[in-house]
């Protein structure tokens, strides 16, 4: 075996090759049959030698199949491999030996197919391949012209027409024609599926028929799609018609909801077809936003604007209204009437479950307090309806009690105006709530209150002789009370014969009474008489004067 890039002949691959022997990188040939690991030959099938190879440097040609490839020597004048010896290397896959151009070659492992430009593949592991270097078939004839393949046609962009390579299905002609008519040496673009293949290629009626439905039907499925998007996202949302039918539905609107949430509990109940559309009839009507909570009863599979103009109607409303200055017994027998229940149910829920309904800490911290939820039912409107228990109601009321009052901030306001506690604070409230005839005079009142509850009061001796504490122990609301009856009456509730504020509220005032408890005037007041016996209450700071306003009072009950 020679020596690779100097021998005259191709040997098969052997662990020998210099490659790997001393005759490799820097060293001599191994000898024959010599291992260049421990002195052993190695047992290899026989396969020629092969190195990969994608050209020829220098020279612009590039061998075919089997054709010995022109080598370049090494630099080395010495001619030895590697560095200082024969050195065996390449350019882009050309084999170098270190010198100048010898006109010495060495074979190519893998050879080039001439039609193929990306190079044919070399023969199979362990087999056999000859080698032609330096004989007459090294640079072999030309084949036969039967044989010749022509080279492929170039490739463009272009769309050939019927006539130029066009599938007859497109261009109208028979199917028949479609062919790849392997003979005629004409290759056209299957030649890239593979060459030779000659199958008869057609497209019968029921694949294009097959096509034909399914391309529709894709048409058909975008533009459904593309419709229901169009209707979604533009069209006008799903409504009913009219005012809905004779069926009636009662609902709950939670406080605080909008009308994305109120259109949501209206949908699911049945009465409008969609959210968005009373989202739209709401936005539409100028009162829409004035929607409070509570109870409605509407009619089933309405029109969104008919929902909405029924809702602002406040005979939909199904709420129970507390109105301001209520005392907790009418509140009570209310709820019956609502739920439907026997007389006296509630209050009889309320006196056995009033620790169990929310009230503040502060509440009913006097063991005279006649019921403990006085002053806890806050003025509102509630959704109150059959089927719901008297606990639920009564403890919504309390809930709304309690965050108003932590809201203005009784239990911190207690000490500013020399009170107990924040329960005294609400007292006055109420004290004020009963007393005062329009919300103009509340603050005077609340002031004639805290006047007479002073240490110095030496006009009333810090009593506050109110008749409203007095018909609230009798249950009653009498304004002619006789003296003998008030004086021999000694409940705590009774502001004539004691002294300070009653033990608890003695109704549930609203939000003026509240604030003008938190903030009095400070004009002097300290009596006031309802001159007209009705509405109308007019204040004085002296003795002299409430007696003058007495007159008045008694002029116009005895008319």
């Given at each position: 075996?020679?020596?690779?890039?100097?021998?005259?002949?191709?040997?098969?691959?052997?662990?020998?090759?210099?490659?790997?022997?001393?005759?490799?990188?820097?060293?001599?040939?191994?000898?024959?049959?010599?291992?260049?690991?421990?002195?052993?030959?190695?047992?290899?099938?026989?396969?020629?030698?092969?190195?990969?190879?994608?050209?020829?440097?220098?020279?612009?040609?590039?061998?075919?199949?089997?054709?010995?490839?022109?080598?370049?020597?090494?630099?080395?004048?010495?001619?030895?491999?590697?560095?200082?010896?024969?050195?065996?290397?390449?350019?882009?896959?050309?084999?170098?030996?270190?010198?100048?151009?010898?006109?010495?070659?060495?074979?190519?492992?893998?050879?080039?197919?001439?039609?193929?430009?990306?190079?044919?593949?070399?023969?199979?592991?362990?087999?056999?391949?000859?080698?032609?270097?330096?004989?007459?078939?090294?640079?072999?004839?030309?084949?036969?012209?039967?044989?010749?393949?022509?080279?492929?046609?170039?490739?463009?962009?272009?769309?050939?027409?019927?006539?130029?390579?066009?599938?007859?299905?497109?261009?109208?002609?028979?199917?028949?024609?479609?062919?790849?008519?392997?003979?005629?040496?004409?290759?056209?673009?299957?030649?890239?599926?593979?060459?030779?293949?000659?199958?008869?290629?057609?497209?019968?009626?029921?694949?294009?028929?097959?096509?034909?439905?399914?391309?529709?039907?894709?048409?058909?499925?975008?533009?459904?799609?593309?419709?229901?998007?169009?209707?979604?996202?533009?069209?006008?949302?799903?409504?009913?018609?009219?005012?809905?039918?004779?069926?009636?539905?009662?609902?709950?609107?939670?406080?605080?909801?909008?009308?994305?949430?109120?259109?949501?509990?209206?949908?699911?109940?049945?009465?409008?077809?969609?959210?968005?559309?009373?989202?739209?009839?709401?936005?539409?009507?100028?009162?829409?936003?004035?929607?409070?909570?509570?109870?409605?009863?509407?009619?089933?599979?309405?029109?969104?604007?008919?929902?909405?103009?029924?809702?602002?109607?406040?005979?939909?409303?199904?709420?129970?209204?507390?109105?301001?200055?209520?005392?907790?017994?009418?509140?009570?027998?209310?709820?019956?009437?609502?739920?439907?229940?026997?007389?006296?149910?509630?209050?009889?829920?309320?006196?056995?479950?009033?620790?169990?309904?929310?009230?503040?800490?502060?509440?009913?911290?006097?063991?005279?307090?006649?019921?403990?939820?006085?002053?806890?039912?806050?003025?509102?409107?509630?959704?109150?309806?059959?089927?719901?228990?008297?606990?639920?109601?009564?403890?919504?009321?309390?809930?709304?009690?309690?965050?108003?009052?932590?809201?203005?901030?009784?239990?911190?306001?207690?000490?500013?105006?020399?009170?107990?506690?924040?329960?005294?604070?609400?007292?006055?409230?109420?004290?004020?709530?009963?007393?005062?005839?329009?919300?103009?005079?509340?603050?005077?009142?609340?002031?004639?209150?805290?006047?007479?509850?002073?240490?110095?009061?030496?006009?009333?001796?810090?009593?506050?002789?109110?008749?409203?504490?007095?018909?609230?122990?009798?249950?009653?609301?009498?304004?002619?009370?006789?003296?003998?009856?008030i004086n021999s009456n000694q409940d705590p509730y009774n502001t004539y014969t004691q002294k300070g504020l009653p033990?608890?509220?003695?109704?549930?005032?609203g939000e003026d009474a509240l604030e003008a408890a938190l903030n009095p005037t400070d004009d002097g007041w300290l009596?006031?008489?309802?001159?007209?016996?009705?509405?109308?209450?007019?204040?004085?700071?002296?003795?002299?004067?409430?007696?003058?306003?007495?007159?008045?009072?008694?002029?116009?009950?005895?008319?």
């Amino acid at each position: 075996m020679t020596e690779y890039g100097r021998g005259a002949g191709s040997e098969p691959w052997h662990p020998e090759d210099p490659l790997y022997g001393d005759g490799g990188w820097g060293g001599q040939q191994a000898g024959a049959g010599q291992s260049p690991y421990g002195g052993q030959p190695g047992h290899y099938p026989q396969q020629p030698q092969q190195s990969q190879q994608y050209g020829e440097w220098g020279t612009g040609q590039q061998p075919a199949y089997g054709q010995p490839q022109q080598q370049s020597p090494g630099y080395d004048p010495q001619q030895q491999g590697g560095y200082g010896g024969q050195q065996t290397g390449g350019y882009d896959g050309q084999q170098y030996d270190g010198g100048w151009d010898t006109g010495q070659h060495a074979p190519m492992p893998y050879g080039a197919d001439a039609v193929d430009p990306y190079g044919g593949q070399g023969g199979a592991y362990g087999g056999e391949q000859q080698d032609y270097y330096r004989t007459s078939d090294a640079y072999p004839p030309p084949e036969p012209p039967a044989r010749r393949r022509p080279a492929p046609e170039p490739e463009t962009d272009w769309d050939p027409g019927p006539d130029q390579g066009e599938h007859a299905f497109f261009a109208g002609g028979d199917d028949d024609d479609d062919r790849d008519d392997e003979g005629s040496g004409r290759r056209g673009r299957g030649d890239r599926r593979g060459r030779g293949s000659g199958t008869k290629k057609r497209r019968s009626g029921c694949a294009c028929l097959l096509v034909v439905l399914v391309f529709g039907g894709g048409i058909g499925g975008v533009g459904y799609f593309g419709y229901q998007f169009y209707q979604d996202r533009f069209g006008p949302a799903p409504d009913y018609a009219g005012n809905g039918t004779s069926e009636k539905v009662t609902v709950e609107i939670p406080k605080g909801a909008g009308g994305y949430e109120i259109g949501q509990v209206l949908k699911r109940a049945g009465i409008v077809k969609s959210v968005d559309a009373f989202v739209a009839a709401q936005t539409e009507n100028p009162d829409g936003n004035t929607i409070q909570a509570g109870v409605y009863t509407l009619n089933a599979k309405m029109s969104a604007a008919a929902a909405v103009e029924l809702m602002l109607n406040p005979k939909s409303r199904n709420n129970l209204i507390i109105p301001e200055g209520r005392r907790n017994s009418w509140v009570y027998a209310e709820i019956d009437k609502r739920l439907e229940l026997r007389k006296g149910t509630t209050a009889g829920v309320a006196k056995k479950e009033w620790k169990s309904l929310g009230l503040p800490d502060w509440a009913n911290n006097n063991k005279d307090i006649k019921d403990p939820l006085e002053g806890f039912l806050y003025p509102s409107a509630y959704p109150v309806a059959k089927g719901m228990k008297p606990e639920f109601v009564l403890k919504a009321m309390v809930q709304q009690a309690t965050e108003k009052y932590e809201e203005l901030g009784l239990k911190e306001k207690a000490d500013d105006l020399n009170l107990k506690n924040p329960l005294q604070v609400l007292t006055v409230a109420s004290l004020v709530q009963a007393e005062g005839k329009t919300h103009d005079d509340y603050r005077k009142m609340a002031e004639v209150v805290y006047n007479r509850l002073k240490p110095t009061n030496t006009e009333t001796y810090q009593l506050l002789q109110f008749d409203s504490t007095f018909n609230y122990l009798k249950g009653e609301s009498n304004i002619h009370i006789s003296e003998s009856e008030i004086n021999s009456n000694q409940d705590p509730y009774n502001t004539y014969t004691q002294k300070g504020l009653p033990p608890g509220p003695i109704d549930n005032p609203g939000e003026d009474a509240l604030e003008a408890a938190l903030n009095p005037t400070d004009d002097g007041w300290l009596y006031f008489v309802a001159t007209d016996g009705m509405s109308k209450t007019e204040f004085a700071k002296t003795h002299a004067e409430f007696l003058k306003l007495k007159e008045k009072f008694d002029a116009s009950t005895k008319q």
